[in-house]
């Protein structure tokens, strides 16, 4: 066999090895892209913190069927907090209470009962009554003050039609008051205010 030149041989390497970087170059250049892949984006859903989650708990009383402490959804309205406690009797008067309002957590939602006008007895005395009328401002007994009129609250003695008014909207915004003492919560009703009223109020 003839001998193969040195010279030939190494040729034929450093032709090889130059063939073989060449592969290499090329198979990193057109081969798949060294970009990192994004990764997919994460859904966040909206819906968790709202009203899911959380609850209220509040106290129904007054004319329900079932009066007690119920935990609601947060968010919950009046309305689905009587609905819990049974509904209203028939004797209820909802027209006192802001039935759209939103319960608030340790709150108590007062139903009152209807207040029907006694019609006087039978030949005691004029048409007009056998009682004497309450003097002007000063009403003959305690006025409730979750079934009081605007008129009713404003004869009371140191209120106003202003005052009485913003004791109508905390009331339909509170669903009622559960205590004379949370008459000091109205705005423009302070302590010397709210003493004068203690004689004159009821719940």
Do not use: C
């Amino acid at each position: 066999m003839p001998e193969i030149p040195s010279r030939a041989v190494a040729g034929w390497v450093v032709a090889a090895v130059a063939v073989a970087l060449l592969g290499v170059w090329l198979v990193s250049r057109d081969g798949p892209g060294t970009e990192p892949v994004p990764a997919p984006a994460i859904k966040v859903s909206e819906g968790g913190g709202g009203g899911g989650g959380a609850a209220v708990v509040v106290h129904v009383a007054g004319e329900v069927r079932a009066a007690g402490v119920y935990r609601l959804r947060a968010g919950a309205r009046v309305s689905d907090a009587v609905e819990r406690a049974g509904g209203a009797t028939r004797r209820a008067d909802l027209s006192q209470v802001n039935l759209a309002a939103k319960v608030e957590d340790g709150r108590q939602i007062l139903v009152p009962r209807r207040v029907t006008a006694s019609a006087p007895a039978a030949g005691a005395g004029s048409a007009g009554g056998s009682s004497a009328p309450a003097a002007p401002g000063q009403p003959a007994v305690p006025v409730n003050l979750n079934t009081a009129t605007l008129e009713q609250l404003d004869a009371l003695s140191g209120v106003g039609p202003v005052t009485a008014q913003k004791i109508i909207d905390y009331r339909e915004e509170h669903g009622g008051f559960g205590s004379v003492e949370e008459l000091g919560q109205v705005p423009g009703i302070g302590d010397v205010r709210l003493a004068s009223l203690r004689e004159q109020v009821r719940v």
